[in-house]
């Protein structure tokens, strides 16, 4: 299946061999899989993937499992690519497109990435499996361990949409609930590791989640004829959705299936917690840790995100930009793209809509460039956040 060949420092460069267990290079970096392109170009031609599975195994070859029957699947990818007419009218917009990743397993994109991993752990012999999350990355860890057989180990805030808290115990779950963010969450699993026997699955700090996860690049263009969009908008927490379909943009100009134009990236913050947009404004290469981060967007109370001069520089080169939406107005815009489109969206999707009304207020988007919003996961499970505005009589 792949042809994985081995992991490269994002920092640094240097490279690690990929067949057994890695965390991050010794210089701190993340580690990115490298595969063998050249080859794959002559072997693999676009066309052949309408006879591959319809999800996102299909894009095996370029994935890093070896042995199709490592594959832990649910289902995950090739999620609806939906074109919401009424929500462009009422913007004045006629080609905005919505990618529906809440229709995942588990309700979010976070399916992807963790199909990838915990297929890498049942291939390299990990058992215990541990992971700081702000929410959804744990529900689908919790899957993915149950049906692959391993102990999952959750650590996130005590505060996450209850639909997290549920589906990991239902999935047999070992979760802790930590007075603090997702960096708390990461630091204590940092520290009890070595003791526990636990492998660590934090986001970048091993190198396949971000694998699983480049597939809403591949589809996408996929979906489009194999033309990208003029811009995509992707709400960035640790922001490994942007840099894997940002890497997987790369992939597919090697391997001949795009040419060289890219789309405008567009990071999606929340204003309680922007610090990518922070750094983006100050023209800074990282960000530094966003201090009381809050809101309602679980997945974007992401105070310091370890890839986030991978963000930065994608956003840059692509000739993209940074935008923070407040809490309400992410919230108002989920609402209306459930009542534009009938797609219940994440408020992380709703932070989306309501960036893409902003860039198209201000001119920064034409009316009729071709736009992408990730609707990273399911209104479904934010039912306290929307809550408030449907009070029941
Ligand atoms: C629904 C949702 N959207 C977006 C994100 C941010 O993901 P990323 O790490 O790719 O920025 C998360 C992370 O928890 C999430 O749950
Ligand atoms: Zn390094």
Not at 142 to 166: C, K, S, T, W
Not at 244 to 260: P, R, T, V
Not at 291 to 315: E, H, I, M, Q, Y
Request: proline share 5%; aromatic share 8%; hydrophobic share 40%.
């Amino acid at each position: 299946m792949t042809t994985l060949t081995h992991l490269e420092c994002a920092a640094c460069s240097k490279r690690h061999s990929s067949g057994q267990l890695q965390n991050l290079c010794d210089c701190g970096g993340p580690l990115l899989a490298r595969y063998d392109l050249a080859r794959l170009r002559e072997i693999w031609p676009r066309d052949s993937l309408a006879a591959g599975p319809s999800n996102m195994w299909r894009y095996g070859p370029a994935l890093p499992v070896s042995e199709a029957s490592s594959i832990v699947s649910l289902g995950e990818g090739m999620t609806p690519l939906i074109h919401a007419r009424r929500l462009g009218q009422r913007l004045g917009a006629t080609n905005i497109w919505v990618k529906d990743e809440g229709m995942n397993p588990t309700g979010s994109f976070k399916a992807r990435g963790l199909s990838c991993a915990v297929s890498m752990c049942v291939e390299l012999g990990a058992r215990k499996l541990a992971i700081p999350s702000a929410g959804n990355a744990a529900g689908a860890m919790a899957a993915y361990a149950a049906a692959a057989g391993l102990e999952a180990h959750i650590f996130m805030p005590r505060d996450v949409p209850q639909a997290n808290f549920i589906e990991c115990v239902a999935a047999g779950a070992k979760v802790t609930l930590v007075d603090g963010l997702i960096s708390d969450c990461a630091r204590i699993v940092g520290e009890r590791k070595a003791a526990e026997g636990w492998f660590d699955v934090s986001t970048l700090k091993e190198p396949y989640r971000i694998e699983g996860k480049k597939t809403m690049g591949y589809e996408v263009a996929e979906q489009f004829g194999w033309e990208l969009p003029d811009a995509i908008f992707y709400p960035c927490g640790g922001g490994v959705g942007l840099i894997g379909m940002w890497k997987a943009f790369e992939e597919m100009e090697a391997l001949g299936w795009i040419d060289e134009r890219r789309p405008k990236m567009i990071a999606v913050q929340a204003e309680g917690c922007a610090p990518i947009v922070r750094a983006f404004e100050s023209g800074a290469t990282h960000s530094e840790f966003f201090p009381n981060a809050r809101t309602a967007a679980s997945g974007l109370r992401v105070p310091k995100a370890l890839g986030d001069f991978l963000v930065l520089d994608a956003v840059r080169k692509s000739g993209g930009t940074c935008i923070a939406v407040s809490d309400e107005e992410m919230l108002d815009a989920g609402v209306a793209l459930a009542s534009d489109e009938g797609i219940f969206p994440a408020p992380e999707g709703g932070a989306c809509v309501a960036a893409l009304s902003q860039l198209l207020a201000s001119g920064f988007l034409k009316s009729g460039e071709r736009v992408v919003i990730y609707n990273t996961g399911s209104g479904l499970k934010y039912l306290e956040a929307y809550g408030g505005r449907f009070p029941r009589a």
